[in-house]
T-cell receptor
Framework: DVKVTQSSRYLVKRTGEKVFLECVQD?????MFWYRQDPGLGLRLIYF???????EKGDIPEGYSVSREKKERFSLILESASTNQTSMYLC??????????????FGPGTRLTVL | AQKITQTQPGMFVQEKEAVTLDCTYD???????LFWYKQPSSGEMIFLIY??????QNATEGRYSLNFQKARKSANLVISASQLGDSAMYFC?????????????FGQGTRLTINP
């Protein structure tokens, strides 16, 4: 079974702090994704990576950056946390075997509160 | 423009009844895929079922089936014989290509509550 883990289930930070959210997958997947989930808006893509050291902006990258130094690990960084970044953050990974049915596998999520 | 629309913010169903969750989509790409995910209160997204745009038959996975109507651009999820454990958020998503990589676009979600 694919396993995607996230470093924290719950996190409380103060405005202006630098925040690191870590995601690790154990299936040797090339593609990794960071989403945020807000009520009524569904999941929105922040950044994704299709290979080590490669990253692409998603739909809402402002205020975020990412790092992928190793294939299994994809980090989301909030350089200076703000209250509007209070949200649920979900990490996902996906192989690139080319099958159209290849789905994304998600971690348990990190609920971040910025005070 | 909204690419995936789920018009039911919440649904309440009696246990053992069938339930249909609506999903409409918008794309000009002739090749696309549609996914349904379940998100229990624990937060993890669980993949349920997939339908490809060229698939001739509607997808089925156990109690889950997908009512795919291509001309109407709808991909409704049908859950037969609902159970209390089916209570969760349900998301419809569409695969699209961006910069050579596949990504998923999600709808707003439907919160399903199964009553005993």
């Amino acid at each position: 079974d694919v396993k995607v883990t996230q470093s924290s289930r719950y996190l409380v930070k103060r405005t202006g702090e630098k925040v690191f959210l870590e995601c690790v997958q154990d299936m040797d997947h090339e593609n990794m994704f960071w989403y945020r989930q807000d009520p009524g808006l569904g999941l929105r893509l922040i950044y994704f990576s299709y290979d080590v050291k490669m990253k692409e902006k998603g739909d809402i990258p402002e205020g975020y950056s990412v790092s992928r130094e190793k294939k299994e690990r994809f980090s989301l960084i909030l350089e200076s946390a703000s209250t509007n970044q209070t949200s649920m953050y979900l990490c996902a990974s996906r192989g690139s075997g080319g099958a159209s049915t290849d789905t994304q596998y998600f971690g348990p999520g990190t609920r971040l509160t910025v005070l | 423009a909204q690419k995936i629309t789920q018009t039911q913010p919440g649904m309440f169903v009696q246990e053992k009844e069938a339930v249909t969750l609506d999903c409409t989509y918008d794309t000009s790409d002739p090749s696309y895929g549609l996914f349904w995910y379940k998100q229990p209160s624990s937060g993890e997204m669980i993949f349920l079922i997939y339908q490809g745009s060229y698939d001739q038959q509607n997808a089925t996975e156990g109690r889950y089936s997908l009512n795919f109507q291509k001309a109407r651009k709808s991909a409704n999820l049908v859950i037969s014989a609902s159970q209390l454990g089916d209570s969760a958020m349900y998301f419809c998503a569409m695969r699209e290509m961006i910069q050579g990589a596949q990504k998923l676009v999600f709808g707003q979600g439907t919160r399903l509550t199964i009553n005993p």
